[in-house]
């Protein structure tokens, strides 16, 4: 992410820790990306997550997300980009150093899978971080608790086939930079009620663990 980007982001974040909220903007980004799976999928998940962020929040979010590529200059501002889906994702050569400089320059990745994403996301991560694996992040990190606590981890949303929920990471000096939600559908959790009957109290667990990555994201804590 460019300097300038990420020093209006901790203004924002400071603003939003000492009450005040800032006139400025965030979203998140969700990331187009090609290979035939659909990213657009739960379509009013980021909506509502955006808005119960104003809700609940001080951070000054807009009501839409962004739909960026990893071509694309939309990428460089946000902090905090989200990919889904339920089939395959594939990034270019010139995709995995975008998407690599983006991390390493303070960007965040979220993907959330939906069931079927699992093996290319895995397969596509290897390629952009090679030497650096996917790992179950600890109970004790902070994007378990910098808002909302969730002391077990990553909660479980909505059942597929009885595994359990999975937090998975990939971290640069200490930093976590890629956050990878497997067997929960958080996703399925921030849509409309009546869009998969997961019931109220799942959707506002799936909507605070989502302030909590977005928080994270954004203040770039350690």
């Known amino acids: 992410m460019r300097l300038l980007k990420r020093v209006m982001v901790l203004g924002v974040t400071a603003l939003a820790i000492s009450g005040a909220r800032p006139e400025a903007s965030l979203t998140i980004g969700r990331l187009q990306y090609e290979g035939g799976g659909d990213w657009y999928g739960n379509p ?3 909506p509502n997550l955006l808005k119960y962020i104003r809700q609940n929040t001080t951070f000054a979010v807009d009501q839409r997300e962004r739909v960026v590529t990893l071509s694309g200059r939309d990428l460089w501002d946000v902090p905090y980009i989200y990919m889904t889906g339920h089939g395959n994702v594939h990034f ?3 995709d995995v150093v975008t998407l690599r400089r983006y991390i390493e ?3 965040f990745l979220h993907a959330d899978d939906n069931y079927g994403l699992d093996e290319s996301f895995r397969k596509e991560m290897a390629r952009v971080f090679p030497d650096r694996p996917l790992v179950d992040v600890p109970l004790d990190h902070p994007v378990y608790h910098i808002v909302y606590d969730f002391p077990r981890g990553v909660p479980k949303i909505h059942e597929h086939d009885g595994k359990p929920a999975q937090g998975l990471g990939i ?3 200490g930093r ?3 956050y990878y939600t497997y067997q929960t559908d958080l996703g ?3 849509e409309d009620l009546e869009v998969h009957g997961d019931g109220v109290e799942k959707h506002q667990t799936a909507l605070k663990m989502g302030v909590n990555l977005f ?5 770039g804590a350690r």
Request: negative net charge; charged residues 10%.
């Open 44 to 46: 009013s998940s980021l």
């Open 188 to 190: 399925d959790g921030w």
């Open 176 to 178: 976590l930079v890629v």
């Open 171 to 173: 971290f640069l000096n």
């Open 215 to 219: 928080t994270y994201a954004v203040a």
């Open 105 to 107: 320059n303070g960007g």
């Open 92 to 94: 270019s050569d010139a």
